[in-house]
């Protein structure tokens, strides 16, 4: 059994006593996409950041962790300042919790996007004071004015800040806005179809945008093999480049993934999609995530051990392309 590194890992802080931050399964729920009796059956283990989770991490041969604020987290929190007050909060109480495991658990910094200049500044912080790996950042915004995603010109000091970090941002997904084409269909809102349209269209977003080329070292991640991107990249680049709209950017669609772009495993444990993303966009490009504890880590690793790939493929993906990213040292491999 390969030794596995893991990022699309879902915490919760649960001590937010101001009422922005919804600290209850049932308030959770609608935000998530998810029913209440399923986030409820989570709750226990998205709480706890300690010996219970290092044991299903290593049953699943997850040898090290990077953990993260779940769904929609700060970026649920319109207010700005109650935001920034938050992230702090929140941030130091998971740097506590995870120094309490620093050979099997890191963590992934909340970023209050409703102020980024704020949110370029916390992620300083947490990657100096705190060792840090980047940042998970929820979809889009909720914010005063509406929502905004990360291609915004608002949030160039965001992108600036991750640049000159060599940190990678998490993208991941949040419901669509309300809108018709999901109306009297709560079903359809989360995993099961609803993220991937919606965090897919955020990283067109972002790359039509130009932002990788004005910040080529910045790094974006998105989970569950890509958000069905890889499946219908060439098309996309194909229709983009006959018709643009006025828009140019400096590379075709394909060339930003592994390099500016790279995917995850995350909850997505399929060999066709897996195939898929290897033919698009490469093995440099895939990193493996378990999305617990919405996914069973002992699933993914089985799948994962047995996917029919050449065994050096297997091992970038399992930890090497992950161990490479987050500069993790081998002793974090000692189980």
């Known amino acids: 059994m390969l030794p596995k590194i893991a990022f699309e890992e879902a915490c919760y802080y649960p001590h937010d006593s101001s009422g922005f931050l919804p600290t209850d399964p049932q308030e959770i729920s609608g935000k998530q996409g998810v029913s209440e009796e399923y986030l409820a059956s989570k709750w226990p283990k998205l709480v706890d950041l300690g010996q219970q989770r290092i044991d299903e991490m290593l049953a699943g041969d997850v040898v090290y962790s990077l953990v993260s604020q779940n769904a929609p987290g700060l970026q649920g929190v319109a207010d700005a300042t109650t935001a920034v007050a938050l992230a ?15 050979d099997r658990l890191g963590a992934f910094a909340s970023l209050p996007t409703q102020n980024p200049d704020a949110a370029a500044e916390e992620l300083r912080r947490t990657v100096h004071a705190h060792g840090f790996a980047g940042a998970m950042i929820n979809g889009y915004t909720d914010t005063a004015d509406g ?66 080329d004005r910040y080529p070292g910045a790094r974006l991640i998105i989970g569950h093999l890509g958000e069905a991107l890889p499946s219908y990249i060439r098309r996309i ?36 999609a897996l195939h898929a993303a290897l033919l698009s966009i490469g093995a440099d490009a895939i990193l493996y995530s378990v999305d617990y504890p919405f996914a ?40």
């Open 88 to 102: 702090r909060d929140m941030n130091d109480f998971v740097a506590d919790q995870v120094g309490k495991h620093p």
């Open 147 to 212: 929502v905004r995603y990360l291609d915004d010109p608002m949030y160039e000091p965001l992108w600036a800040a991750a640049e000159d970090l060599q940190v990678p941002v998490y993208l991941h997904p949040r419901p669509s806005v309300p809108n018709a084409m999901l109306a009297g269909h709560p079903e359809l809102a989360g995993a099961t179809w609803g993220f991937a349209p919606e965090t897919a269209t955020h990283v067109l977003r972002i790359v039509f945008s130009g932002v990788f």
């Open 237 to 272: 680049q194909h229709y983009f480049a006959v018709n643009p709209f006025g828009r140019s950017v400096e590379r075709t669609l394909p060339e930003y993934f592994g390099t500016n772009i790279h995917v995850t495993t995350s909850g997505n444990f399929d060999d066709q």
């Open 296 to 335: 069973d880590p002992r699933a993914g690793a089985d799948w994962l051990d047995r996917a029919p790939i050449s065994e050096a493929d297997r091992a970038k993906i399992a930890h090497g392309n992950a161990q490479r990213m987050f500069r993790i040292p081998d002793s974090a491999f000692v189980r």
